[in-house]
């Protein structure tokens, strides 16, 4: 880092500067208050600070002035000066670890999995049908929805229950973990990317995935995961969401949900709906609303089965928008449905 503005400098790159300006026992006692992820994104900051400029020394001391320095002369950083001030914060074996992956050749977890969500969905599968299901799970939760279900599919299905158990339980991945398996699947990054304390997978990415491979995949998954892990179960189904589960909503969210949709799409989409969804409907409208509704799925005709999927499948994503904005509910009180 050789040019130096420290209005643009980030929290962590001013923090960095301190510390370094503190000397490295007082940095160290600072960088225990700290976990392993924050410790990382902070020394990678240090170790880019060869030699602070004494305008910057100034800057950095004013903002930190609520702070005690023991060692103000300190003004070199660098690899060398992180690695020490790692080895009195956490000792020597995990000062080398964490420089291990700050330093030249370290590999980021994001740039590996973004230049994989760039290959086909074959050539994932190439990628990584050997591998482990915490690796398969991992790489699954930084593809969309759509890629991983294509990825999925292709999977043996002697190994889907484990990696949907696995990818449902994944809800942070460590940095250490990350690259561990960056580094596994024989990918090189730019040494000079950031890493990130990943959050991915969790019963959304589940539900998200499940919901796009074949209706009898998803069911013999589900029967299986119940097995393995009866909450996680529980809690992916509570976050399925078909189009036939509408009516198990209230009035009040089926009135929001169908002041979004749009009447093409209702009307194809019920074509395709069971007499007592369509009735639940029905009392959510108008009378005049209700007949012409009626009138328009009687021109259709006997649309394709594609084409009706196509329309509940616009719908399911409103409602699922809806209740992301936290605008509706998929999982009303009991007393709510009942009165319905």
């Not at 420290?6 to 208050?33: D, M, N, S």
């Not at 992956?101 to 980021?108: K, L, M």
């Not at 799970?137 to 969309?144: C, K, P, W």
Request: net charge negative; with cysteine; hydrophobic share 45%.
């Amino acid at each position: 880092m050789t040019e130096f503005d420290y209005g643009k400098l980030t929290r962590q790159q001013k923090l960095a500067v301190f510390l370094i300006l503190a000397g490295p026992e007082t940095a160290a006692e600072v960088l225990r208050q700290f976990d392993d992820a924050e410790i990382e994104l902070i020394c990678r900051e240090m170790s880019a600070f060869k030699v602070v400029p004494a305008e910057i020394q100034r800057l950095a001391v004013e903002e930190f002035s609520g702070l005690i320095m023991r060692s103000a002369s300190s003004a070199l950083g660098g690899i060398a000066y992180a690695q020490r001030t790692l080895a009195i914060a956490k000792g020597d074996q995990k000062a080398s670890a964490i420089v291990g992956r700050i330093g030249p050749g370290s590999a980021n977890a994001g740039d590996v999995a973004k230049d994989i969500s760039e290959m086909d969905a074959m050539q994932i599968f190439n990628l990584v049908k050997h591998e482990q299901p915490q690796t398969v799970a991992f790489l699954l939760s930084y593809l969309d929805s759509a890629k991983a279900a294509e990825v999925f599919s292709l999977l043996n299905l002697e190994v889907r229950d484990e990696i949907v158990e696995r990818l449902g339980t994944i809800e942070s991945t460590s940095l250490n973990l990350a690259n561990k398996i960056a580094r596994g699947l024989g990918k090189h990054h730019d040494a000079k990317a950031r890493p990130s304390f990943h959050r991915s997978g969790g019963v959304r990415a589940v539900a998200d995935l499940l919901n796009l491979v074949s209706k009898e995949s998803s069911k013999a998954i589900l029967t299986k995961l119940e097995e393995r892990n009866a909450s996680l179960c529980a809690a992916v189904r509570k976050k399925l969401f078909g189009f036939e589960d509408i009516n198990r909503l209230t009035p009040a969210d089926l009135q929001r949900i169908l002041r979004e949709v749009d009447s093409a799409n209702l009307t194809m989409a019920l074509k395709g709906a069971s007499e007592t969804l369509r009735n639940r409907i029905y009392t959510c409208m108008s009378k005049r609303a209700v007949e012409t509704l009626k009138d328009e799925m009687e021109m259709l005709g006997t649309p394709r089965r594609k084409e009706i999927d196509a329309a509940q499948d616009a719908v399911i994503q409103i409602v699922r928008r809806l209740e992301e904005e936290g605008q509706i509910s998929l999982d009303p009180e009991p007393a709510e449905t009942a009165s319905a």
